[in-house]
């Protein structure tokens, strides 16, 4: 069986949803910034300010290359995946992509309560950052999806039942 993948903005809830569906369908949940951070034994924020973006996109690569291989399982991956079109190659390959998409403010509100976790939004204005991020990604996400859900008012089990439906 294919894979599923979750892609889109930073809280979007692909991690949420992801875990959710795979306990639904008794899959395997791989979350790719878990997977990095297991393997790195260091936070996503601390590999970010300890050796840069480029690294840890490096590690990303990798990590999804790896993971892409596997089959019957849920995948939620970083944001910032579609920045590297390798990334969506690979999971493409053996997986249909899920783009969870929320209005601009929804994304502030959740990414407020796990700040500290997302160094891109670590600016004196992160609202200006989710614009910028969002206005630069938005055509990356619509490329990759082969389906798209708006999360903006729903609970990861209302998501979760659509991504159900749509397959
Ligand atoms: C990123 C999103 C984060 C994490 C890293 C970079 C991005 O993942 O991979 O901070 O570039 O959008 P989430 O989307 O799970 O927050």
């Known amino acids: 069986m294919k894979n599923i993948v979750l892609i889109g903005f930073m809280g979007t809830g692909k991690t949420c949803t992801g875990r959710l569906l795979a306990q639904r369908l008794r899959r395997v949940f791989v979350d790719?910034?878990?997977?990095i951070e297991l393997e790195q034994g260091m936070t996503i924020s601390e590999i970010f300010h300890t050796y840069g973006e480029a690294y840890f996109r490096q590690r990303e690569r990798a990590t999804i290359a790896k993971v892409a291989r596997y089959?019957?399982?849920?995948?939620?991956?970083?944001?910032?995946?579609?920045?590297?079109?390798?990334?969506?190659?690979c999971l493409k390959q053996q997986g249909v992509v899920i783009w969870l998409t929320a209005s601009p403010d929804v994304i502030f509100e959740r990414t407020s309560r796990r700040?500290?976790?997302?160094?891109?939004?670590?600016?004196p204005n992160p609202r200006d950052a989710i614009a910028e991020l969002l206005a630069e990604r938005r055509r990356l996400y619509q490329a990759a999806a082969d389906f798209t859900i708006d999360t903006t008012a729903?609970?990861?089990?209302?998501?979760?039942?659509?991504i159900i439906d749509v397959l």
Do not use: C, F, M, Y
């Open 115 to 123: 700040r500290g976790s997302r160094p891109l939004l670590d600016r």
């Open 71 to 89: 089959t019957n399982t849920v995948i939620a991956t970083g944001g910032g995946a579609v920045l590297n079109p390798d990334n969506i190659i």
């Open 154 to 162: 729903k609970k990861p089990w209302q998501v979760v039942d659509e």
């Open 32 to 35: 790719i910034d878990k997977k």
